[in-house]
């Protein structure tokens, strides 16, 4: 078994295909789902696949991504809801890796970004340190499929 790699309990990391900065995400071990922060979340169908159309910022550029799934979450109030789901990269400690986000607004929450333990179980979280990875993409990078 290959050594895990720690991340504290906030990291910066990249979504590539949705962006280009780097965001700082909340290592969330008491969520189990990945969410992202998504203004104006809408569903169109282009006669092949049902397509999630969505904003990362206000007035920001619309995304448009193919609906991968939906996911009841029940938020920390214990009211449920249910939300669209989309595949794409994610970099973090410089590896990219194919994951699933949620999408839904979180304007009033902190960090626009939180990855849940059904991605974080391959890591070790140490929650007493911060940004133990570099902020700037790395190259090369591994791709990891999980």
């Excluded at 906030?10 to 979504?15: M, N, P």
């Excluded at 991968?68 to 449920?80: N, Q, V, Y």
Aim: with cysteine.
């Amino acid at each position: 078994m290959s050594e895990r790699t720690i991340l504290g309990w906030r990291e910066w990391i990249g979504l590539p295909e949705l962006e280009t900065g780097a965001t700082l995400a909340k290592m969330d071990t008491g969520a189990w789902s990945n969410t992202l922060h998504a203004e104006e979340i809408s569903l169109t169908n282009n006669g092949m696949e049902q397509i999630v159309k969505f904003r990362l910022t206000q007035n920001g550029n619309w995304i448009e991504r193919p609906l991968f799934d939906w996911r009841r979450i029940r938020d920390t109030g214990g009211h449920d809801t249910l939300r669209p789901v989309i595949r794409t990269t994610l970099e973090i400690a410089g590896q990219d890796y194919d994951i699933q986000l949620c999408l839904q607004d979180r304007s009033r929450m902190k960090h626009r970004l939180i990855l849940g333990r059904r991605f974080l179980r391959q890591f070790v979280i140490d929650p007493s340190g911060e940004c133990l990875h570099p902020k700037k993409r790395t190259t090369p990078r591994i791709r990891q499929y999980s």
